[in-house]
């Protein structure tokens, strides 16, 4: 049976996310990716079939959906995931799988014949699939910087996602030399909590704050209303 997390996201200028994260850290660790500096970079290439039918879902607001995308971290490019997140009633399930350059190469290029034969991977197999019967390609890069903190007891995460930008050179997305496009207005950035079924009431009390109101925010979909917006301008 699939576990459903909960999902809050928030939008918040760059004075209040400092405030939080104070208050965050005095009573969360940092996660395991966090360097010393206490954070760390995230690329994802986010995958959308031939209606764009990811980003439609999303601005309908369909209460059950899913997008595939896959990512790595700071400038290791070595090791990729893909992942396929699900949406339903505003609760996330998350499935991932490690893949090779290889296996990422054969996916960007619509290879997937190919390698649905040579992997056994139920994930990548499914994605294979869908790039064959939905004709799946790459749409948008999104990469941001991140802060995250977790209370394990508990099982919350809590992220704070800065300087979120756009790109879609896809050629150059394993090297991480790629043009990059602001999503939001300089100095917002976003915060997401996520758990399973109680949110803590010392964690609940440091984001009930009157200036926080929950948000549908996406990266993805973001990210391709302003690549739309760049296409114009040029």
């Known amino acids: 049976m699939k576990l459903y997390r909960n999902e809050w996201k928030y939008r918040l200028p760059e004075p209040d996310l400092a405030v939080i994260e104070n208050r965050v850290a005095a009573v969360m660790d940092l996660d395991a990716h966090s360097g010393q500096s206490g954070k760390y970079e995230i690329h994802s290439l986010y995958f959308d079939d031939y209606k764009d039918s990811c980003a439609k879902e999303n601005e309908a607001g369909v209460s059950r ?4 995308r896959i990512r790595y971290y700071g400038n290791d490019s070595g090791y990729l995931k893909l992942e396929r997140k699900e949406k339903m009633d505003g609760r996330c399930h998350k499935d991932s ?21 040579e992997t056994d991977n139920l994930l990548v197999r499914k994605f294979c699939v869908h790039i064959m019967t939905r004709l799946f390609e790459p749409k948008a890069i999104v990469s941001y910087e991140r802060s995250a903190y977790v209370e394990e007891i508990a099982n919350v995460r809590i992220t704070l996602d800065k300087n979120i ?26 915060l997401e909590v996520k758990f399973d079924d109680i949110l803590p009431g010392y964690i609940k009390s440091i984001i009930s704050n ?22 114009r301008i040029v």
């Open 65 to 68: 959906r899913f997008k595939y």
């Open 97 to 117: 799988a490690v893949i090779t350059h290889g296996m990422c190469q054969k996916l960007l290029e619509g290879r997937a014949d190919e390698l649905y034969w």
């Open 210 to 231: 009157k200036n926080l109101q929950q948000s549908s925010f996406s990266k993805y979909y973001l990210g391709r209303l302003r690549l739309q917006e760049m296409r």
């Open 165 to 190: 930008s756009v790109s879609d050179d896809f050629d150059n997305f394993l090297s991480g030399d790629f043009m990059r496009y602001p999503i939001q207005e300089r100095r917002e950035h976003v």
